[in-house]
């Protein structure tokens, strides 16, 4: 489609107050639109500084290029302010901060060594219920064998008594002393399987919370080594703004002087 190209303008003696008129009312709507569409204050638009009734343009193309220019130039980034001057804003802010992390890094490690006693403590009822439980077994097992050997003995004894004729005197003695052999093996093995058992739960137990106590350590080990290294970078970064606010006020001192 055909542009058809704006007419140009003649201004004579006769129209020149016609022209004045119509300049200035198109002037003014501009600049209303510009003010009120702008975040930049009372500065003047840069296209408020060019003649807008140029030659051999129209209205609608004035209007458009407008509108270009007003997208590119009324919002511009704001400077960045320099490290100095964010430091020396953000120091009362920091200033707390940094306290804040010194006690949440104090509370981090007397948690921390508290469960590291505790840790040990654990360990060490562990290593004791373990060697407990091992000297125990070995007794356990050796009375288990001692009653085993009665039992068979008393058991053979008692085979050849029923088959033997019952008068011989010395199948009497021979049964009456594995029947006393077995008894106190079968005794000593009894209470020897009930130390036994309670050592071997106290062993269990003691295992499980001494592994609890481990993993517990282990996931206050982290927390601690975190907040330990945040409070070195937070105590990096208010060092490096106290110095910035001394070396400022250093130089002022000094400009003074």
């Not at 970064?237 to 130089?251: G, P, R």
Request: glycine fraction near 2%; proline fraction near 3%; charge should be neutral.
């Amino acid at each position: 489609m055909l542009r058809r190209k704006a007419p140009e303008h003649t201004v004579t003696s006769d129209n020149q107050g016609m022209w004045e008129t119509l300049r200035a009312e198109r002037y003014c709507s501009f600049y209303t639109f510009v003010k009120r569409g702008s975040s930049m204050g009372k500065e003047q638009h840069p296209y408020m500084q060019r003649n807008i009734f140029q030659s051999n343009r129209s209205e609608t193309t004035a209007k458009t290029d407008f509108r270009h220019q007003l997208s590119r130039n009324l919002v511009k980034p704001a400077s960045s302010p320099s490290p100095q001057k964010v430091r020396k804003q953000a120091t009362p802010r920091l200033s707390k901060f940094y306290q804040k992390m010194q006690s949440s890094l104090e509370k981090a490690e007397e948690t921390f060594l508290a469960l590291e006693h505790t840790l040990l403590e654990d360990r060490q009822a562990f290593l004791e219920a373990e060697n407990t439980y091992r000297d125990i077994l070995q007794v356990y097992r050796e009375a288990k064998n001692i009653y085993e050997q009665a039992s068979d003995a008393y058991i053979q004894i008692l085979i050849s008594h029923t088959e033997a004729p019952s008068s011989l005197q010395h199948s009497d003695i021979a049964r009456g002393e594995a029947q006393i052999a077995y008894q106190k093996a079968k005794e000593v093995y009894t209470r020897l399987n009930e130390t036994y058992q309670q050592a071997w739960m106290s062993y269990i137990e003691t295992r499980e919370r001494y592994k609890q106590s481990m993993e517990a350590y282990d996931e206050i080990e982290i927390s601690y080594l975190e907040t330990q290294q945040t409070s070195l970078l937070v105590k990096q970064d208010y060092v490096e703004t106290l110095e910035d606010t001394f070396l400022s006020k250093s130089s002022s001192n000094t400009i003074s002087n």
